[in-house]
């Protein structure tokens, strides 16, 4: 493991360099920090996943949350409390999608996997994987729905995005 102080230039220099980039023609965004539509997303990290533009959505549009399977964990909960409070957010979307590595594999798979390829023993941690992603979604939107401390008349629906299509199907959860 790198424990090595300092910021890891090298090894971050496209990020600098595009961020600098960025900055040169900032025009600054007027946003307030709330989510102009009122929208929280709950979605997986898979990186073929555009969340603004497969919904239509601009910059400020959307609170975004995203973890490994777009599962309804206890800090999707807590943020929610916050978004839905503080910040003006009236509907959710919970939008796993298709093709999810967490919903390829078993739990006990993909420690195996690590253990094999990396050595190291991950069984201390739950990666909440799905064999059944049309159940986990429903649990998901249940959960979301159940959660006390989320305001009564907050609208949750679930859908699935397709990675090969790009098209996004609703359920009726
Ligand atoms: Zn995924």
Known sequence: MNSASG???????????????????FPGTGLSGRARKGLALVTCMDSRIEPLQLLGMDQ???????NAGARVTDDVLRTLVLATY??????????????????????????????????????SVEFRTVSDQEEALAYDVRRIRS?????????????VYDVHTGRLSPRDY
């Open 7 to 25: 910021f890891p230039s090298t090894t971050f220099a496209d990020v600098l360099e595009g961020n600098a980039a960025y900055a040169a023609d």
């Open 60 to 66: 400020g549009d959307v609170k975004i949350l995203r």
């Open 86 to 123: 503080q910040l003006d957010e009236n509907r959710i979307l919970e939008m796993p999608h298709t093709h999810c590595k967490m919903a390829s594999a078993t739990e006990d798979e993909i420690h195996r996997q690590i253990l094999d390829e990396n050595g190291v023993d991950t069984y």
């Open 147 to 159: 959660y006390p401390l989320l305001p009564r008349d907050l609208v949750v629906a679930g859908a």
